[in-house]
């Protein structure tokens, strides 16, 4: 059963439009939410994260929305710019951070 | 800072055949993770270290094992190959009771 499910699977953007990737979760132990950004060839890095007690966190043009009651959290891209084109992965976590769960990947295109 | 290395790069095995991969954590972090990438899918945990003790394991057989050594490197051995071990092998570092992981870039490996 996957923990984690996002949505959608690709997605193309025209520069300096919004993009917007969504995710669920059943588990309500999930208390860390975060957002990583995978360049072909590279490791995931660390975008944006949250926690269950704010429902919303921005950070220049990255910003996630979390809706509590629906276990849903999204991840907005405004202004988007061709260097924003990679793979992004949701997940989520419990206190200890020793596991997480990763959503299965949006990979985003942005035509300049 | 260093950041987190892995090797090999790329490796190709047979069926049958035993791995090991290796990873230098991050300057600092005491806690090391593995996950395992299928092409096209988000990481899957393997397991966790945090000083030389195994600090959790998620879904995989008792053939993925793995080591940390005092300097906090670790290794990820497979015994027993099958195709479906093919993939992206991503190794992270963290400090206890922090979220971000620090992803290394990953050994791909390819059973034939």
């Known amino acids: 059963q996957q923990q984690v499910k996002q949505s959608p699977q690709s997605l193309i953007v025209q520069k300096g439009g919004i993009s917007i990737i969504n995710c669920a979760y059943e588990?309500?132990?999930?208390?860390?939410f975060p957002w990583y950004q995978q360049f072909p060839g590279k490791g995931p890095a660390l975008l944006i994260a949250i926690r269950p007690d704010v429902s919303e966190k921005k950070e220049g043009r990255f910003t996630i929305s979390f809706n509590k009651s629906a276990k849903q959290f999204s991840l907005h891209i405004m202004d988007s710019q061709p260097g924003d084109s990679a793979t992004y992965f949701c997940?989520?976590?419990?206190?200890?951070?020793?596991?997480?769960?990763f959503g299965s990947g949006t990979k985003l295109n942005v035509k300049p | 800072e260093t950041g987190v290395t892995q090797s090999p790069t790329h490796l190709i095995k047979t069926r049958g055949q035993q791995v090991t991969l290796r990873c230098s954590s991050q300057s600092g972090h005491n806690t090391v993770s593995w996950y395992q990438q299928a092409l096209g899918q988000g990481p899957q945990f393997i397991f966790q270290?945090?000083?030389?003790?195994?600090?959790g394991r998620g879904n995989f057989p008792p053939r993925f094992s793995g080591l940390q050594f005092p300097n906090y490197s670790s290794e990820l051995n497979v015994n027993a190959l099958e195709l479906d071990d093919s993939a992206l092998y991503l190794c992270a570092s963290s400090g206890q009771g922090h979220g971000e992981l620090f992803f290394g870039e990953g050994s791909r490996l390819t059973v034939l």
């Open positions: 997940a989520a976590s419990i206190n200890n951070f020793n596991k997480f769960y």
């Open positions: 270290y945090y000083r030389e003790e195994e600090n």
């Open positions: 588990n309500t132990a999930f208390d860390y």
